[in-house]
């Protein structure tokens, strides 16, 4: 691959390869990518993101897994006006990058097998043969997220051991976990990567027989986990977005309109991340025996209308419009104010999330006999009727290439609309977009009215 040959592909508005020549696309395709969809390379994914968003032509130097070698390449992207042109030249060919220490090229003592993954925890690197017998494809799983693998569970303290050394960007041992697909119970351990220029990298891991544990009280683990995730990642998080957000807003004076771009993309990673340990947190709660609703009356249509206004801005950035018509008739049902909000949220942002520039994202309330139901509705890609039982279960995304958010929106506010004595539906077909239902209990005094 460091003949000196040049790789060239093209990608369109969305990050969508749409071209590339033989050389990049078998690249491509050993990552697990195709034509067609997003780059499944992460590191030049990164560059042909930053190159459309910042409009310029950005270059660098990247280190990129192929098969059994690092490959040392320079990466020109270059923005157009129907999308990113791609050129990757390979300077350096050189054996694998291999941990040192706990986890070794060859599995330490008591390992079962390896895996690899990098910085986003996609999975870089699989024996093909630990499928064999387990219910899944290891080459298939190739740059997809390393919990499509494993089910990751917390610790006798409430606590993740990955998720923290992800953090701090350190090596972790004992983090017990699922193999998907009936594989059974194990506990991996790794060595944090780190690339030539000391940047942390990902994971090299050991996948090791589960550990015994003696077991620990459920509302022990509870009582420690919201306090772990505040120290160990939402502290640090909330520092980062705070400076990246000083930064962006230049109160120290005016600096290049580069960085400020760049302090925005940092600022919006956080709160992502943010995102996710809010999700782990209410996931924390609603899975207790013991979790409750306030039931009051709540508005449908005042409640829809603050969530339609959060989402104001970002839907004039991507060109969608909300249409909340309809929504100045009072219709109260029976919940608890904050956690509608948070349902109606979420499906309003995945919604906007995958509807097309130019579409619609219709906002209705209606009765339903004994029921007040809340309709998002949208002109997205659709979901096919085999998929949509998955899309609420826990961490499920139906294509985890695409962007979106951490696969657990769905399940919690579906545990929230049933803890309140209501459901969630959903109406969808391929190429008709989706209908979202949240239908709580109608207020006995608006039932007797009707």
């Known amino acids: 691959m460091t003949d000196g040959r040049l790789l060239t592909a093209r990608f369109d508005q969305h990050d969508r390869l749409i071209a590339a020549d033989p050389d990049f696309a078998a690249l491509n ?3 697990g990518g195709a034509v067609g969809e997003l780059l499944a390379i992460p590191q030049l994914a990164t560059v042909v ?3 459309r968003r910042l409009r310029i032509l950005v270059q660098r130097t990247v280190v990129i897994a192929d098969a059994e070698a690092d490959l040392e390449c320079w990466v020109r992207a270059n923005p157009g006006s129907d999308g990113v042109s791609l050129s990757v030249s390979p300077m350096r060919e050189r054996p694998a990058w291999r941990a040192t220490g706990s986890v070794h090229a060859a599995p330490p003592p008591g390992a079962l097998w390896l895996w690899e993954a990098d910085a986003t925890l996609r999975l870089t690197r699989l024996p093909s043969e630990i499928g064999d017998g387990r219910g899944f494809d290891a080459p298939s799983l190739i740059g997809k997220p390393l919990t499509d693998l494993f089910t990751l569970q917390p610790d006798a303290a409430g606590g993740m051991p990955l998720l923290e050394a992800l953090a701090m960007q350190r090596d972790f041992d004992r983090q017990a976990a699922v193999i998907r697909n009936g594989g059974g119970s194990v506990t991996l351990a790794a060595t944090a990567r780190r690339n030539a220029a000391g940047v942390f ?16 009280p459920a509302e022990d683990v509870a009582a420690t986990f919201n306090t772990r995730l505040d120290g160990i990642l939402r502290a640090p998080l909330t520092r980062i977005i705070a400076s990246a957000d000083s930064i962006n807003a230049a109160e120290d004076g005016p600096i290049d309109p580069h960085y400020v771009d ?6 919006s990673a956080g709160r992502h991340l943010i995102g996710l340990v809010d999700d782990l947190a209410d996931i ?6 013991d979790f409750t609703i306030l039931t009051e009356p709540v508005d449908l249509a005042d409640v829809m209308r603050r969530a339609a206004g959060l989402f104001a801005v970002r839907a004039a950035d991507a060109g969608v419009t909300l249409d909340t018509q309809g929504l100045d008739a009072p219709l109260v049902a029976s919940g608890e104010f904050r956690r509608v909000l948070q349902i109606l949220v979420n499906l309003i942002g995945n919604a906007l999330r995958y509807s097309p520039r130019g579409g619609t994202v219709w906002l209705r309330i209606q009765r339903d006999g004994a029921r007040a139901v809340a309709i998002v509705a949208d002109q997205g890609k659709g979901i096919a009727p085999e998929d949509q039982a998955r899309v609420f279960e826990k961490f499920a995304r139906v294509d985890p290439r695409e962007p979106g958010g951490s696969g657990l929106g769905l399940y919690i506010s579906r545990r929230l609309a049933r803890a309140m004595g209501g459901a969630i539906e959903l109406d969808s077909a391929p190429g ?6 949240l239908a709580l209990p109608l207020v006995p005094a608006t039932v007797t009215a009707r």
């Open 432 to 437: 008709e977009g989706a209908r979202f239902m």
């Open 262 to 267: 760049y302090a925005a993309d940092i600022a």
């Open 284 to 289: 924390e709660a609603v899975e207790r025996d």
């Open 201 to 216: 990298a990902g994971f090299v891991g050991g996948v090791f027989p589960a550990e015994a544990t003696k077991a620990t």
């Open 29 to 31: 395709e050993r990552a």
């Open 49 to 51: 993101r930053l190159a």
